[in-house]
């Protein structure tokens, strides 16, 4: 890292002032909304009710009395947090002045920062091809700084001209090695090679999981920037590609528009929410939409309106 660019202090000092305080103010005390079901050991089993979650269901015992029942835990004050943080190639990628990695970077110091300052725990799983860094579950803000100072010093590229990125590779590694339920947060571009579905499924089974979604409005649409020579972040290979053709433009859209469609309906088959971040979006505003949307969720669920786990996915 050059001496000029902004190290894990300066970037934390500054979201402390301008994204920290503001959200801590405005999330009051919803922390148990937004990071819900987190921190819990077994206490009993009941039969299902309406308006129960289905990811507690526990399919032994319902399969050996012929009937659904759930698990029930005990709420601990202190959470463990976890970031599986895919830090492949093509999270690299930015359109203008933020990339996908910078804003992966803030937003975990974001997180890491509330969730600390309320007494609880934040460890992080780094991946690019493989988990190739572990780093423990601590609460302060030197720990924060050495989470942000891992996914900086990892050079760009590193996973160019390899294997595609294999999310469901991730997962397993995750799943074997978080034991304790835990709230984990998914943070990727998700473009993998496909079937991570039903891993990221087995892993929401055990753990509170938020999958939070990077991406850059470039990889959604093409302008017309004329004559480019584009390549693939995660294999290297390079095509010449005229933007002036409409066509093109239009099958660029069409493709990006079935892999969102795809991706929604994975995470909506895992049961798992998931919070957008766009490179040209602000910070706030998404956690806070995020956050509003799992409050409404919850006293739906709690008001005996729609159950939580039937209601769509952001």
């Known amino acids: 890292m ?32 937004l990071f819900r079901g987190a921190g819990l050991d077994l206490a009993d089993l009941r039969e299902y009710q309406y308006h129960d979650d289905v990811r507690h ?15 029930e835990f005990n709420e601990e004050r202190e959470v463990a947090a976890w970031f599986l943080l895919d830090l492949s190639a093509s999270v690299d990628f930015g359109s203008k002045e933020v990339r996908k990695k910078a804003l992966a970077v803030e937003f975990v ?15 992080a799983m780094l991946y690019g091809g493989k988990v190739d860094h572990v780093i423990p579950v601590r609460s302060d803000r030197r720990h924060v700084m050495h989470i942000m100072n891992a996914m900086m010093q990892r050079p760009a590229q590193a996973q160019a001209n390899t294997n595609a990125t294999d999310l469901g590779d991730f997962l397993r590694t995750g799943y074997q090695m ?23 499924a087995h892993l929401a089974q055990r753990h509170e999981v938020v999958a939070v979604r990077l991406f850059d409005p470039l990889e959604m649409e ?21 933007t002036h053709d409409r066509g093109f433009r239009k ?45 409404r969720r919850s006293q739906l669920a709690a008001g005996g309106g729609v159950p939580a786990h039937l209601l769509p996915h952001p």
Do not use: C
């Not at 894990?8 to 959200?23: A, G, K, M, S, Y």
């Not at 269901?57 to 050996?64: K, P």
């Open 2 to 33: 050059s001496e000029s660019a902004p190290t894990p202090e300066r970037i934390l000092r500054r979201l402390e002032w301008t994204v920290i305080r503001r959200l801590d103010g405005l999330l009051h005390g919803d922390y148990r909304t």
């Open 57 to 71: 269901i526990d399919w032994n015992v319902t399969a050996r009395l012929q009937s659904p029942y759930v698990r």
């Open 222 to 242: 093409m302008p017309d920037l004329g004559m480019l020579v584009v390549q693939d972040a995660e294999t290297g290979e390079q095509l010449f590609v005229d």
């Open 109 to 123: 110091a974001v997180l890491s920062s509330l969730l600390t300052r309320h007494g609880n725990r934040v460890g």
């Open 251 to 295: 099958r660029f859209a069409q493709a990006a528009q079935r892999r969102e469609s795809e991706l929604r309906t994975g995470l909506a088959h895992a049961g798992v929410d998931a919070l957008e971040l766009s490179t040209g979006e602000n910070l706030v505003d998404a956690v806070m939409r995020f956050a509003d949307l799992r409050k």
């Open 178 to 200: 978080l034991k304790r339920r835990s709230l984990v947060f998914l943070v990727s571009d998700f473009i993998s090679v496909p079937g991570w579905e039903q891993t990221l």
